[in-house]
């Protein structure tokens, strides 16, 4: 009888061993993604419409920044 009580409270301590490592394991990879989400990218604003967006997506043109080439053309045209 002692025998399986020392077997069942290693087989407990092994799943509380497991458990909290799998839990560590998901907090450290949420962290991870939480930090690269904040790290986002420069946010511009359209000369013609006032719209912001993202850089990468902008326009840019004689110095300004414009949401599309529509807006480019149609600034142009003022």
Known sequence: MGRLLFFALIAVLVFWAL???????????????????VEGEDMVRC???GVHLPRSESVMA??????????RR?????
């Open 47 to 49: 000369v013609h419409c």
């Open 74 to 78: 149609l600034h142009a045209g003022q």
């Open 19 to 37: 458990r909290t490592y799998v839990r560590g394991v998901k907090k450290r990879q949420e962290a991870q993604q939480h930090t690269l989400s």
């Open 62 to 71: 004689g110095g300004e920044i414009f949401c599309s080439d529509e807006h």
